[in-house]
DNA sequence: CGTCCCGCTTACGTTAACGTCAAGGGCACT
DNA sequence: AGTGCCCTTGACGTTAACGTAAGCGGGACG
């Protein structure tokens, strides 16, 4: 099986992240590049999983969270409990997930709001000149 | 004008914080209560500018991204110029929203595949036994 | 009057998520 | 052999957003 893999260099320019940051990830367990000598090598499943650490990060999750997400799409079948405690805890995340997305629509409407009274403002104070 | 106040503490009940963190928003000049000798009172403005701070928090913005949203909110009505500024940085700001409304919904998708997945191995699981 | 309790200020401590050296190995030219 | 360049592993520095503790003032209550 060849897998495909990229050097850190590679994953930055990829990705738009620094080395360290990768090496950060890879302390923290959210990713575990094979080593080519002392060298990483990223594979698929890495940048996949880099793909959701970012996503997560620009929703406010914390690496720790995100953790804990990327174990549930990692499972490929332990124990029932095991599985059912995953279950449990992205049903909550869903939860959240969506109650977010309800409170963004509502500042996203209030901004447009906002928008379009500072947008008469100025049309108006472009007549008056 | 007698407008309604509320002590640090009512406002920590309200809303969940504590009494730091009303007084880090207010050296951050989020918040402006008025002063009843040297004690804090804060005003209708300040409950609602608090209610923005934490919607703000939970989509991932910084308090010093949110201290300029509510600058905005603020303006009555300044020179053309500043309004105008205003008005492009709460452009950016909604397009900004919106990509992470997109991907919020991209993000919700994923996690529901994942469940239906989850829930699909546990009723096997369960048969199985 | 003593003592709570609340609130204030000042200031140092903490955590997450990296940034930034320092010191060194390995390979590719020249 | 020397010069770069990339990569590595420590290890300490940094920023945001508070937490926490120390020490003081003021009103309420027994």
Not at 5 to 20: L, S
Not at 89 to 97: D, I, K, P, S, V
């Amino acid at each position: 099986m060849i897998t495909e893999t990229m050097t850190i260099r590679e994953m930055c320019t990829a990705f738009d992240v620094t080395p360290r940051t990768l090496r950060f990830y890879e302390a923290k367990e959210l990713l575990q590049p094979i080593r080519q000598g002392t060298r990483r090598l990223f594979t698929k499943t890495d940048r996949a999983r880099l793909t959701l650490i970012l996503r997560g990060k620009r929703f406010g999750f914390s690496l720790e969270d995100i953790r804990q997400l990327l174990d549930m799409y990692n499972r490929d079948g332990s124990n029932e409990a095991q599985l059912s405690r995953t279950h449990e805890l992205g049903q909550a995340r869903l939860t959240q997930m969506q109650a977010q997305r309800a409170e963004l629509d509502t500042a996203i409407a209030e901004l447009k709001d906002q928008l379009s009274a500072t947008a008469k403002m100025l049309t108006q104070s472009r007549s008056a000149a």
